[in-house]
């Protein structure tokens, strides 16, 4: 058997015919790049589907179950909707958030751990598409649950979409923003704790306080000022007007601070792996 | 055209040790060339900032022409590395994790399928496509870096001893493998605690030593430059008298052997007859060290040649 002839690329001079191949090249590899680690990450959740899709979607039944069917009976109404009509936006978007945090962290830092993340810091890949491929693999996983907690959500009850393009642009930015948010908390973990530290004390709270369940109208006013300090507030806030037409704030303010954070902490995870913060000695 | 060039390399960890201190080295394309050291002298940190997984602290590093600092994807195009320590996905299969590795690089799947089988079979692990990578064996596991590093065939193959841990025959196999593959054109760096796996392969040399390079040159060079041999005899009896040989270095390590430096204006015929002239009989006699070997302790341990009594442990001379 004989070698394969290595594909070996000469230099170029600037604006020739071999520089444009390169460019080319470059773009292809990179698109090819970008592919396998997203199919990575895909049959990663998949083949660990006990521990990325499961859970959540036993919590979701339960909430709708517990909330919506047997407490939220006796709430009655909440702004002209079911108390369950209420709270469907909010539990979708708590399993989005959670997920796409979820699974850039433990991938990411699985990687770490494991040490298999040197292979793609010795490929030529990019930092930035490094990046990218983690943040799609979260909001791969993100939306799949958000999607399957929908259609839970269905069997409860009746979901109106008030604005259907509010509801796309809310929950796509929203995944975005907590993978990326993953992906710093696993650049930062040393160990596993640090990966479960943010979520359990930071996250979930956050989102609960976030106005899931309630509207932040019920609260005394200094807890409603305190509230509009919550990111996830805004997050909740705009995916619900898509479904209700009804917000606790100003949805164009959301869009402005789901914008913000995601150019906010692309840059970061960018210029952490550029640096080799956790991932560089 | 140079494979690899670094310039005043140097690398301080946050812990404060300073594991390079200014190196200077070139790699011709087509070499075969190894880069030896003591434990912790500072190999791996070398190849770790060459392949972007270490930091530099200062210095310049550029791969076929390609500098890490302003042509780093370039670079990392030539640039295949086989770690020291296992670093692939151990719940994935083989044929994953060279696919995927592939995918890295750009290659699309159709053209990674094709090389992984030629790699795969290259390096017999052809049959283990479908396994888990974590149950295979150790030599199983380098020889799978070993494919994972080629399926992107790169120009400069670096290896941070491959052999480490495996069995003679597929040591000997990995050996005519990597010779092969330096014929059909890929630079190769290796690093080694086998010397004779350096004295072996190796057209070019460097020795590392606590941060610095102390011997970069041709092999036979090198080798050539080696002027002494040690030579291990062993007596029937303890000597009688003091053993007087000037100008040789003698060690006796116990009251029957002793360890006698010849270079090459000395003969052992005068070793023999001062031998005699205190009643020593030798039985036998060996070498005490491959070349390299004794080259590399030497350089490592920046001895010189003694006085010619023997030196330890004094037993030897009791009779006196
Ligand atoms: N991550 C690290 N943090 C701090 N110090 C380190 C680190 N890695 C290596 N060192 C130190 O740097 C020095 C050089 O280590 P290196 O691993 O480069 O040696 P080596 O020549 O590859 O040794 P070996 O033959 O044992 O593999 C050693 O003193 C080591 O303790
Ligand atoms: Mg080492």
Redesign the interface.
């Known amino acids: 058997?004989s070698?394969?002839p290595?594909?070996?690329?000469p230099?170029a001079t600037p604006g020739s015919h071999a520089e444009v191949t390169l460019a080319a090249?470059?773009r292809?590899?990179?698109?090819?790049?970008f592919?396998?680690?997203v199919?990575?990450e895909s049959?990663r959740i998949m083949?660990i589907w006990g521990q990325t899709l499961v859970p959540p979607v036993i919590t979701a039944t339960l909430y709708f179950i517990i909330f919506g069917n047997l407490i939220g009976g006796r709430i009655g109404q909440m702004g002209g909707y079911t108390y369950l009509q209420y709270i469907a936006p909010g539990l979708i978007m708590m399993s989005v958030i959670t997920n796409s945090y979820g699974n850039v962290v433990s991938s990411f830092f699985g990687?770490k751990f494991?040490?298999?993340i040197?292979?793609?810091?010795?490929?030529?890949?990019?930092n930035w598409l490094i990046v990218l491929g983690y943040v799609a693999g979260g909001m791969l996983r993100g939306l799949l649950v958000g999607l399957i907690v929908t259609i839970i959500a269905l069997f409860f009850t009746h979901l109106h979409v008030e604005h259907l393009f509010v509801v796309i642009a809310a929950v796509l930015l929203t995944s975005v923003v907590f993978a990326l948010g993953g992906f710093v908390n696993a650049v930062f973990a040393k160990n596993f704790d640090q990966i479960t530290f943010v979520p359990t004390f930071i996250l979930t709270p956050m989102t609960y306080l976030g106005g899931v369940f309630y509207s932040i109208q019920m609260l005394p006013e200094w807890a409603q000022a305190v509230s509009k300090a919550n990111p996830i507030l805004y997050m909740v806030s705009a995916f619900r007007y898509g479904f209700l037409g009804q917000s606790d704030v100003d949805v164009g303010f959301s869009f402005a601070i789901m914008t913000l954070s995601v150019v906010v902490l692309f840059a970061a995870c960018v210029w952490l792996m550029n640096k080799?913060t956790g991932t560089?000695? | 055209m140079k494979a690899l060039s670094l310039r005043q390399l140097c690398k301080t960890y946050n812990n404060g040790v300073q594991a390079l201190k200014g190196i200077d080295l070139d790699v011709e394309e087509g070499d075969f060339f190894a880069l030896l050291g003591p434990n912790g002298a500072g190999k791996s940190t070398a190849i770790g900032i060459v392949s972007s997984l270490v930091n530099k602290s200062s210095g310049t590093v550029t791969v076929f022409g390609h500098s890490i600092d302003t042509d780093l994807e370039a670079a990392k195009s030539c640039l295949g590395v086989v770690p020291q320590e296992i670093n692939f996905n151990q719940f994935e299969k083989i044929s994953t994790i060279l696919l995927n590795q592939a995918g890295f690089y750009g290659i699309p799947r159709p053209v990674a399928r094709e090389r992984m089988e030629y790699w795969l079979n290259q390096l017999q692990l052809w049959e283990k496509r479908e396994t888990i990578s974590r149950s295979l064996s150790g030599g199983m596991k380098r020889r799978l870096m070993i494919a994972r590093a080629l399926i992107h065939e790169p120009q400069l193959l670096i290896l941070d001893e491959p052999t480490a841990g495996v069995d003679i025959e597929v040591r000997r196999s990995m050996w005519e493998f990597l010779r092969r593959i330096n014929e059909q054109g890929t630079t190769i760096i290796l690093t080694t605690h086998y010397l004779e796996e350096a004295e072996n392969l190796c057209r070019h040399i460097a020795i590392i030593d606590e941060g610095r390079i102390i011997e970069n040159d041709r092999m036979s060079t090198v080798l050539r430059k080696l002027q002494t041999e040690t030579f291990v005899l062993n007596l029937r009896g303890p000597l009688r008298g003091t053993l007087s040989l000037p100008g040789y270095r003698v060690t006796a390590p116990d009251e029957t052997t002793l360890e006698v430096e010849v270079n090459k204006d000395q003969n052992l015929n005068e070793i023999f007859g001062a031998l005699s002239a205190v009643g020593g009989e030798v039985v036998s006699m060996r070498n005490k060290a491959n070349r390299l070997e004794e080259l590399f302790m030497r350089l490592v341990e920046g001895r010189d040649v003694g006085s010619g009594q023997p030196t330890a442990p004094p037993t030897a001379q009791a009779d006196a």
């Open positions: 058997m070698t394969a290595p594909s070996r690329t230099g090249n470059m292809r590899a990179r698109r090819v790049g592919a396998t680690i199919i990575r049959s083949r990687a494991g040490r298999h040197e292979e793609l810091l010795v490929s030529p890949l990019p080799g560089r000695e």
